[in-house]
Nanobody
Framework: VQLQASGGGLVQPGGSLRLSCAAS????????MGWFRQAPGKEREFLAA????????SYAESVKGRSTISRDNARKTIYLQLDSLKPEDTAVYYC???????????????WGQGTQVTVSS
């Protein structure tokens, strides 16, 4: 599967963004989908994952309560709604696909190109 992330940009602290990740290929609905991010000088970190049907989700503590991951299998797209953004949320955000339920980067075989999110006043 090929993934294309979009929706990043410059947002003020306290603002919101919705990231999208469009997939191509027939296997989308059979894949666990996740979002990761990588800030400058830091390792890539897991943010959220969504199950095949979208009924089960998991979040990292860093974004729990202020983010929502969802998927639309008909559109082959996943989303990450980010609210109450902080300067420390500044990073490149990546979507990824896995055949297993995991928060570990190594479990995700397909990656989007990343979209930059900058939180600054």
């Amino acid at each position: 599967v090929q993934l294309q992330a979009s929706g990043g940009g410059l947002v003020q602290p306290g603002g919101s963004l919705r990231l999208s990740c469009a997939a191509s290929g027939r296997t989308f609905s059979s894949l666990i989908m996740g979002w990761f991010r990588q800030a400058p000088g830091k390792e890539r970190e897991f943010l959220a994952a969504v199950s095949l049907s979208g009924s089960t989700t998991s979040y990292a503590e860093s974004v729990k309560g202020r983010s929502t991951i969802s998927r639309d299998n008909a559109r082959k797209t996943i989303y990450l709604q980010l609210d109450s953004l902080k300067p420390e949320d500044t990073a490149v955000y990546y979507c990824a696909a896995s055949s297993s339920w995991s928060k570990y980067e190594s479990a995700y075989a397909s990656w989007g190109q990343g979209t930059q999110v900058t939180v600054s006043s």
